[in-house]
């Protein structure tokens, strides 16, 4: 089983711990802890407690009938499980195609066996002019199709098991149309998934939750179903597969399920595909017949008079000794863990607001802080549909990764982003080689990679640039929380050798006595051609950015400054305007006709970052003009918050909060609060995440803002808020 050192976690038979996701970051908050803001022209803050219970639970998703896009997840940042209407993965087939019902983990990935004669590190370059020299990319095909696609393909993240529920009317297995009177609920306070229904006229109420600490699934059932012996609990083990599903059900003859252990209330299960290999634990009370149901299938069927049944399901990526939690303290431990995490946490209430869109951006907010605590907070950086579905074949895409986590920093969750980055450090020896091959020095950070670091060939992804600066953003973050030589400690090798390799991927053109940023590369836009893109306007602002503050980590760890580095930023291309407009790049006078759609990266230089370099009435034309002429049907869902981050700063607050609303299919969220985008991408967590840092940044302030109120926000009186515990501190840094 591919898996990073990182996330491997161990059963204990000692207490068990609830730190799981809880934040510890330090909070500058003012009035006792609370900002509150009536958005009229003469407020003043006052004093507030926000009951944050009743602001959470009153966000949580309600499902009354099958809705195949928005099955409910509970998780707790490195393992999930995303369960149908029953509350377990009972009905699969109807949301195979919508939003597929999968139990993944940070470790669980599969590797299919390589195609003889073909060696791994074979793949041909496209080679590339470089100011005069040539650098190799692995960006084409031609010629290489089955090794380019499975270097592309592998690792795949894996679908480790489907559990359902098996009902019998009369001597048939129940179908969708047997189930009536749906009542289901996520309590967000507590982490807990209960779903209700009735079955021929029986009533069945199934509890699902997931230990904070473990790999580990605990399930309570009630019914009459279960004395009359017309209730089962079935296991499903699939191949795996690069689709969304994460599992291929049509090869049974390539795995292996087998039993190795077995009691009268445990048993222990050990799969194998291919190269790869997984044990999986079950674990009940009372008296129970565990039996083999089919090739990869078991049946674990209740015995006696009762009509309760508890069981736990443990997987991991080492043979499980260890007894494991049972389900009641699975649901004390869960619960105990949640309420920490809305409690030490930063709120935002938005309750008592005019604005008739104000319950539903609470909702997102809300639903998008639990889901990105289950989705993106674990051991390494979350694919873009998390632990939910495969997307891009479960692997992670870095250029995302500021989008899926640096809000935590802002929400006095830090230690959730920190938990990702110590993977830097493990792939570091190879974002050196992937420099060094191409004539840099210091570390190039991948585009598109599995646990082991490697980047995955794309006509796009190795020409990007624009992740480069973010374990510099990262770590700026940790310190600015965390002012202690621990933490300069911690994060200095990928603040230095990340300045390291972008001081030396800047050119300096003497004609022009200028360091230029391309040709080649694929800006954050992607619809550019690498051989005709330079000077991206969000890059060059970026470059400036890192380089700089990759200096004063230089100055706090008592080192000289870099003079390359300093001679690079004073001499760095000027961000590309024309007409009173920024461009997407220096080369793009048509960036509002031909390509306007995808990402308007342009509008990150004053927004995602402070601005340094930025012209504001020329930045604030920019934004007008991409309001207006954008062709929003053809973005992603990042690109609302980053239009509003844009609005806030330049003071025009209600662009702002229509920008975060505007109503487009890619702006769309679900009922359980996934950003949808499309039929192969029914979430996308990059919109969650930055929705997070927007408000954040729109309830909080940042540098320069108004630090009496919430300066993103319309002060007009359609906007009340309340801010509790919000990082400002670091936030009046940004």
Not at 67 to 92: C, K, R, W, Y
């Amino acid at each position: 089983m591919c898996r990073s050192e990182i996330s491997r976690r161990r059963f204990l038979t000692t207490a068990i711990g609830a730190a799981g996701l809880i934040g510890t970051g330090q909070s500058s908050l003012v009035l006792g802890g609370t900002e509150t803001r009536k958005s009229d022209p003469g407020s003043a803050l006052s004093q507030s407690l926000i009951d944050r219970k009743a602001l959470v639970s009153r966000h949580n998703p309600s499902i009354h009938k099958l809705d195949p896009l928005s099955p409910l997840s509970v998780g707790n940042g490195e393992f999930a499980f995303t369960a149908d209407i029953t509350g377990l993965q009972t009905f699969p087939a109807e949301y195979e195609n919508r939003m597929p019902l999968c139990t993944m983990s940070q470790w669980g990935w599969h590797r299919a066996p390589l195609p003889g004669g073909l060696d791994p590190n074979g793949l041909r370059l496209t080679q590339y002019d470089t100011h005069g020299r040539s650098v190799g990319y692995h960006t084409s095909s031609t010629g290489q199709t089955e090794l380019y696609n499975w270097l592309r393909e592998n690792p795949h993240r894996l679908h480790l098991g489907r559990i359902g529920l098996r009902m019998l009317k009369g001597d048939e297995g129940a179908g969708l149309s047997d189930i009536s009177d749906i009542r289901q609920e996520l309590d967000l306070w507590s982490g807990s998934l209960n779903s209700r229904f009735s079955f021929a006229g029986q009533r069945v109420t199934v509890r699902t939750t997931v230990h904070p600490e473990y790999d580990l699934l605990a399930v309570e059932i009630d019914s009459s179903l279960i004395r009359h012996g017309r209730l089962a609990v079935g296991f499903a083990f699939p191949y795996g597969s690069q689709q969304m599903q994460a599992a291929d059900w049509t090869r049974p003859k390539n795995h292996q399920s087998r039993v190795v252990a077995q009691t009268e209330q445990a048993v222990r299960l050990q799969r194998k595909l291919d190269g790869d290999e997984y044990q999986v634990a079950v674990e009940w009370t009372g008296q129970a017949l565990f039996e083999i149901d089919g090739t990869h299938e078991f049946l674990l069927t209740p015995k006696g008079a009762r009509e309760r049944f508890t069981f736990v399901v443990a997987f991991s990526p080492r043979p499980i000794r260890a007894s494991l939690p049972n389900s009641s303290a699975t649901l004390v431990a869960s619960a105990s863990h949640w309420r920490r995490f809305w409690t030490n946490g930063a709120a935002i209430e938005l309750s008592e607001s005019p604005d008739p869109r104000a319950p539903e951006l609470e909702r997102r907010v809300v639903l998008s802080q639990y889901l990105t605590a289950i989705q993106c907070a674990g051991s390494l950086p979350p694919q873009e549909t998390g632990l939910t579905v495969n997307s891009w074949y479960g692997k992670f895409h870095l250029e995302m990764h500021w989008w899926h986590a640096a809000h935590f920093a802002l929400w006095n969750r830090l230690s959730l982003l920190e938990k990702s980055l110590r993977w830097y450090d493990s792939i570091l020896p190879a974002a050196r080689d992937l420099a060094r091959s191409q004539g840099y020095a210091g570390a190039r950070w991948p585009k598109m990679v599995g646990p082991e670091g490697r980047d995955s060939p794309s006509p796009v992804g190795p020409l990007l640039i624009w992740q480069q600066p973010h374990p510099i953003f990262y770590a700026e973050l940790c310190y600015q929380t965390h002012r202690n030589r621990a933490t300069l400690e911690r994060y200095r090798r990928i603040v230095l050798e990340s300045a390291e390799f972008m001081a030396s991927y800047a050119f300096f053109d003497p004609a022009k006595r200028r360091y230029v940023l391309g040709p080649p590369l694929i800006p954050a836009q992607e619809n550019h051609p690498a051989r005709e893109t330079w000077n991206p306007t969000f890059e060059l602002a970026y470059w400036s950015y890192g380089l700089k503050v990759a200096q004063r980590w230089r100055e706090r760890l008592g080192l000289q400054r870099d003079a390359r580095w300093d001679n690079v930023i004073a001499h760095l291309a000027p961000l590309p305007v024309q007409n009173g407009v920024y461009l997407a790049h220096e080369n793009c006078p048509q960036t509002y006709s031909d390509r306007n759609y995808d990402h308007p990266s342009m509008l990150g230089a004053l927004g995602l970052l402070s601005g340094d370099g930025v012209d504001r009435e020329t930045m604030r034309s920019t934004l007008r003009k991409v309001m207006k002429e954008w062709q929003w049907d053809k973005t992603w869902g990042w690109d609302y918050p980053l239009a509003a981050m844009t609005a806030a700063r330049l003071g025009e607050t209600q662009i702002a909060v229509d920008a975060l609303l505007m109503s487009t299919a890619k702006n769309r969220y679900l009922p359980n609060g996934h950003n949808w985008q499309r039929d192969n991408l029914p979430c996308y967590l990059p919109g969650n995440g930055g929705l997070l840092y927007a408000v954040a940044l729109m309830a909080g302030g940042w540098h320069g803002s108004n630090q009496a109120q919430a300066p993103g926000f319309p002060a007009d009186g359609s906007w009340s808020i309340k801010a509790e515990k919000l990082n400002l501190s670091l936030m009046r840094g940004l």
